[in-house]
């Protein structure tokens, strides 16, 4: 009777790993676009990439001075809603550096503050420049589709399904930061 349920099991996870195997495989993966390669890009409903718009933000840090002191504060976007709105599960794809000292683009949580959009930011003693709080870095599967030099064509996807609220991909340039946000499924 143990064997034959062993059997049984053997036969279903197999099945399970196949079937999975198949759905991976048939994901579409889009080719790297010829064209600007500063932008962040979705997936429409034709799995055409499309680039999302840029916002610039700003921060009282001084990014090109080494801070005397650890100090932490923010980076700030206008507004209370980004234009761009996304799904839960939307896939994002970028361009990225493949060398030490690069600061790669990561997706942020972003917290409403009086007609603003804004993320901790912390510059560290000694250092120049800052860091945004890990609190605030949403995780994600990074996913290398194409190589060119230093230079990798990536997909960006939260390890969990992204929670109603503001977004932003936010790399070393705060004059192009890409916003989204994402509404609850009741809207």
């Not at 048939?26 to 600007?36: G, R, T, V």
């Not at 976007?77 to 996304?86: D, M, N, P």
């Not at 560290?124 to 599967?141: E, N, R, T, W, Y």
Request: glycine share 6%; charged share 25%.
């Amino acid at each position: 009777m143990n064997c034959q349920r062993n059997i049984i099991l053997a036969a279903v996870i197999c099945l399970v790993a196949v079937c999975g195997q198949r759905a991976a495989a048939q994901e579409f993966m889009p080719s790297p676009p010829p064209a600007d390669r500063e932008l962040v890009y979705v997936l429409d409903q034709d799995k055409k990439l499309v680039a999302l718009p840029f916002e610039k933000a700003e921060t009282p840090l001084r990014r090109d001075q080494v801070a005397k002191e650890t100090k932490s504060s923010y980076v700030e976007l206008k507004g209370e809603h980004s234009a761009t709105l996304l799904g839960q599960d939307q896939r994002i794809f970028l361009f990225t550096l493949e060398r030490g000292g690069a600061h790669p683009s990561m997706i942020v949580w972003l917290t409403p503050r009086k007609g603003a959009r804004r993320v901790t930011a912390i510059a560290q003693k000694g250092l120049a420049g800052f860091a945004i709080s890990a609190a605030d870095i949403v995780k994600p599967s990074v996913r290398g589709l194409a190589k060119e030099g230093d230079v990798i064509f990536v997909e960006l996807r939260p390890r969990v399904s992204l929670a109603p609220g503001e977004y932003a991909i936010i790399g070393e340039d705060l004059n192009r930061v890409a916003t989204f946000r994402v509404a609850s499924s009741n809207n």
